[in-house]
Every structure is written in structure tokens, then in C-alpha cells.
């Protein structure tokens, strides 16, 4: 079974940048596509980002330009490189995985707050 551990939220002003990191245990984590979900309150969870396991990359409209997902194979994780932050980028961020030989898993989620 895949647990995934996020790490690197955090309180940031407008215009700052964070990194998230998504470290996964398992031995399959090259097979599997990767993606970064977040949650703001009231609000219904939606895709940031995902990268599939031959590296390609989607972003949501909101992020395109400002974030960046990356994957290390070698090192089990995946990341969120976040520039041009903004408070409507305020909520919780989740990692999620999936593959051939798993199924959807989330991690327990990192807060990142953006203040004006």
C-alpha cells in the first residue's frame, strides 16, 4: 500500500513562492501518474497540476505560467513549484497517485495561506 507525505506549506505573502514535495512509499511510484489537488473552504477540491508517468504535464487555467510539477523517480516524490503566489491560492493542497497497479491514493494534505 502507497502513503503519500506532503510537506512544504506554509503562510506566504502575495507575489511569494513555495514548494511543495509529495514523498511516496512503494516500489511502483515510476508507473503511476502524480497529481497536486487543492481544497479552499466552501469550495470544491480541484486539479493544480499533474504529471503522468512519462513526464507529461497539465495544468489548471489559474496556475499555467506560475507553477510547476516535477517528478523524481529515483527519489519517490513529486513536487509543486509555486511562483506569483496569490490569496485565491489559499486552501489545502493534496498529492494524489494512481496506476496500473494502484489505486487512487491521497496524502493527508499541506495548508498553504497566501495573505494580501
Known amino acids: 500500500q502507497v502513503q503519500l507525505v506532503e510537506s512544504g506549506g506554509g503562510l506566504v505573502q502575495a507575489g511569494g513562492s513555495l514548494r511543495l514535495s509529495c514523498a511516496a512509499s512503494?516500489?511502483?511510484?515510476?508507473?503511476?501518474?502524480m497529481a497536486w489537488y487543492r481544497q479552499a473552504p466552501g469550495k470544491m477540491r480541484e486539479l493544480v497540476a499533474l504529471?503522468?508517468?512519462?513526464?507529461?504535464?497539465t495544468y489548471a487555467d489559474s496556475v499555467k505560467g506560475r507553477f510547476t510539477i516535477s517528478r523524481d523517480n529515483a527519489r519517490n516524490t513529486v513536487s509543486l513549484q509555486m511562483f506569483s503566489l496569490k490569496p485565491e491560492d489559499t486552501a489545502v493542497y493534496y498529492c494524489?497517485?494512481?496506476?496500473?497497479?494502484?489505486?487512487?491514493?491521497w496524502g493527508q494534505g499541506t495548508q498553504v495561506t497566501v495573505s494580501s
Open positions: 494524489r497517485a494512481w496506476g496500473p497497479r494502484l489505486a487512487v491514493t
Open positions: 512503494g516500489s511502483t511510484f515510476s508507473q503511476n501518474a
Open positions: 504529471i503522468n508517468s512519462s513526464g507529461s504535464t
